[in-house]
């Protein structure tokens, strides 16, 4: 079945630096890349997405790149704030999964020092 | 509030019991999905509804494990004889739909409920 790989596990960096978070997934057929944002407390926030049929995209800091050939996709943060702290997923969805079932990555803890 | 809700939000349960988890989806949304997530891990699907048809449950991982939706919106995840390994946050999510555009295709998500079986 689908396997979606994710790395680093834990980030640290200083407020104003940017963050790179990587992911593979193992199933061609997946379409659909979300990222989720995860708070204590708080359920999961999808921050941005991106289909198969686009390379890149972009909303103010954050940003998405997707390479099919290599299967893999990564998130980008740029000029992090104390705020950007908590855990990102990422997923990855096939159409031939009755529903739409999400695959998760393990998830990265990532921490923004003042 | 517009939003995913779970009750309870913590379930204490001592080994050999069952328990019940409620999940209220965003009104309308046709589509509900149930994930695991284990410490420190990423959510793992259980199932999935759509309306009150459970067309996948190939995420459960074992018989006592038994979810339902019967009048196609609020949904419960019950776990009969829980056992330790059982311990994790359930998580619910809900869409609009299954196919179109993004706003059929988000998955909302609720807080989450966190068992721990003792």
């Known amino acids: 079945g689908e396997n979606v790989e994710q790395h680093p596990s834990t980030l640290s960096v200083q407020e104003g630096d940017s963050a790179v978070i990587k992911c593979t997934y193992s199933?061609?057929?997946?379409?659909?890349f979300p990222w989720y944002k995860q708070e204590l407390g708080k359920g999961s926030q999808l921050i941005i997405d991106i289909r198969s049929n686009v390379g890149e995209k972009k909303d103010q800091r954050i940003a998405v790149t997707l390479n099919k050939t290599a299967k893999h996709f990564s998130l980008h943060i740029t000029e992090t704030q104390p705020e950007d702290s908590a855990v990102y997923f990422c997923a990855a969805r096939s159409p031939y999964n009755q529903g739409g079932k999400l695959i998760f990555g393990q998830g990265t803890e990532l921490s923004v020092k003042p | 509030g517009a939003g995913v809700s779970q009750s309870p939000r913590y379930k204490v349960a001592k080994r050999g019991q069952d328990v019940a988890l409620r999940c209220d989806p965003i009104?309308?949304?046709?589509?509900l999905f149930w994930y695991q997530q284990a410490l420190g891990q990423g959510p793992e699907f259980l199932t999935y509804f759509q309306n009150e048809a459970q067309l996948d449950k190939s995420g459960l991982p074992s018989d006592r494990f038994f979810a339902e939706r019967p009048e196609g919106s609020v949904s419960t995840l019950k776990i009969q004889r829980t056992q330790q390994e059982d311990s994790a946050v359930y998580l619910c999510?809900?869409?609009?739909?299954?196919?179109?555009?993004?706003?059929?295709?988000?998955?909302?998500f609720g807080p989450g409920t966190r068992l721990t079986v003792l």
């Open positions: 999510a809900s869409s609009l739909g299954t196919s179109g555009a993004r706003s059929y295709n988000e998955q909302f």
């Open positions: 009104s309308g949304h046709v589509s």
């Open positions: 199933d061609s057929a997946s379409n659909y």
